[in-house]
């Protein structure tokens, strides 16, 4: 691999271990339209979208710091917990990959600083003290566990606007000093409590950066996607784009697209799931699908099922710190225990009734912990919309009087909140659940013929799989239409 001994911020090792392949005619590159080259060989083109959403940003920190209390009539509840949510497990990342990490203001202000410059390539040693990541946290590990200590709090998160503001500023400060002490974007690729899901579920989008010809990279020895190039740096994410098979680690900064002298790079249109189908399977991923799944499900439950107790407890509203201890206790063990032990137990079932002991429970067990990906998505979708219906009017009256202080700024600060058509939410939901189902029920087949290697041993080892996912599914549908 040509990037192992480069330069002294040698990339840790790709974790995308499968042989690239050529790009294939059911892709479609996207960087032979002029206009959409041009604009991403620009090196204004990430930098503007950051500083637009930094300004976002902003107005969100200091509208939950110095706004209204009140969660619907403050900019910072509305627009990050519906509208900019909404967009992102909607749109961005079913339809765009990684779009979102391309804008993100959040590692911002640390790259900025880190590199010395915010639209210029500024050549040089980057700012600070470039120490590579410890290897043994080079995995998601640490992002699930930040994602389920956020999940904790989530209920008090969404409906206070001085918690959203500081966790925002939270996470930009540990973004900085995360920059400030190791190379590159070590905050997005490793810590990031939403970095995590949005690379698991980006395997599933249509898009995806890859190199055209990975024997063309190995024969190209300058590597000036990783080493960096006067027109760009090298791959803030730490992946050599030779070796690239998966959306899961890359953040579509296009670097590599502005670096690259040979032009072997793409940014292609691809079929659905495309990733999903790739043999490289890690068990921090596959609990990162779990935790995923039963986050959509406990949401469900708690924020739209008809106990209100529940929603009091994960919202401190009982009075009582010990009923939120054990509404805490009960999120953390569905996630890191109930579920992936529900998938353990499949594992071992499937891999007895196929007569398939010789292969190692763990390699099962980590293989179908990806059929979470279609089912998880697609539920926290469905979970989406339920509220997004519902709430987004509020949004309306939040642009014009962000910080609740009686503004009209554009003259819409007295529309008053309408649902909209929830009726039509079940004929929405029920297709997007059924047809996650269906595809993670194919997805597990797929899995299990490549695991156990037997077509008539995996179609034998799909069966509890496929009533697991079923009853997950059937809950789903017991949550949202009683």
């Known amino acids: 691999m040509p990037n192992a001994t480069i330069t002294p911020e040698t990339s840790p090792p790709p974790r995308d271990v499968a042989s690239p392949r050529r790009q294939t005619s059911n892709r479609l590159d996207l960087l032979q339209i002029p206009l959409i080259r041009t604009v991403l060989r620009h090196r204004a083109f990430q930098a503007t979208l950051m500083l637009v959403n930094t300004f976002f940003f902003m107005v969100v920190i200091l509208s939950g710091l110095f706004g209204t209390p009140v969660g619907n009539s403050n ?129 599933t989008a249509p898009v995806e950066i890859r190199v055209k010809d990975p024997d063309v990279c190995l024969k190209h020895c300058a590597a000036e996607c990783v080493r960096g190039s ?62 995923m799944l039963a986050a959509a499900l406990i949401y469900s439950t708690v924020m739209l099922g008809p106990w209100g107790m529940l929603k009091s407890w994960a919202n401190l509203g009982s009075g009582n710190p010990a009923d939120f201890v054990v509404y805490a206790a009960g999120l953390v063990t569905t996630m890191l225990v ?34 979470t990906v279609p089912l998880g998505l697609m539920g926290w979708i469905a979970f989406s919309l339920s509220f997004v219906f519902i709430n987004i009017s509020y949004a309306i009256p939040v642009i014009s009087d962000p910080f609740g202080w009686g503004w009209n700024l554009f003259g819409t600060g007295s529309y008053s909140w309408t649902p909209y058509i929830p009726i039509i939410l079940p004929y929405l939901q029920v297709p997007l659940l059924l047809g996650g189902l269906i595809l993670s029920i194919r997805l597990g087949y797929q899995v299990a013929r490549e695991t156990i290697g037997s077509v008539a041993r995996a179609r034998v080892a799909l069966v509890p799989l496929a009533i697991l996912l079923t009853a997950l599914t059937c809950l789903f549908l017991w949550l949202y239409l009683g």
Request: proline share 7%; charged share 10%; hydrophobic share 50%.
């Open 230 to 291: 006067p027109n760009g740096y090298g791959c803030p994410w730490m992946e050599y784009p030779g070796s690239l098979t998966r959306n899961a680690y890359c953040g579509m900064c296009t670097e590599c697209i502005k670096t690259c002298p040979i032009g072997n790079v793409s940014l292609n249109v691809r079929p659905f799931g495309a990733d999903l189908l790739e043999p490289v399977r890690h068990l921090d991923e596959a609990f990162k699908g779990f935790i």
């Open 338 to 371: 109930v579920v992936p032990g529900l998938f353990l137990l499949t594992s071992w079932v499937a891999r007895v009734v196929s007569g398939s002991r010789s292969i190692p429970l763990r390699k099962l067990f980590v293989a179908f912990g990806y059929t």
């Open 75 to 203: 900019f910072s509840i509305i627009f990050v917990w519906i509208v900019w949510w909404a967009l992102l497990i909607m749109l961005l990342i079913p339809l765009a990959s990684r779009l979102w990490c391309t804008t993100c203001p959040i590692p911002a202000l640390g790259e900025w600083v880190q590199r010395g410059a915010i639209v210029g390539r500024r050549i040089g040693r980057p700012f600070g003290l470039n120490l590579a990541w410890p290897r043994p946290l080079r995995n998601i590990w640490l992002q699930n566990f930040s994602f389920v200590a956020v999940a904790m709090f989530s209920a008090i998160i969404l409906t206070r606007p001085v918690v959203t503001a500081w966790v925002l500023a939270a996470f930009i400060a540990l973004a900085l000093g995360s920059m400030l002490i190791f190379q590159r974007r070590v905050f997005c690729r490793y810590i990031c409590p939403v970095g995590g899901f949005i690379g698991l579920y980006a395997m």
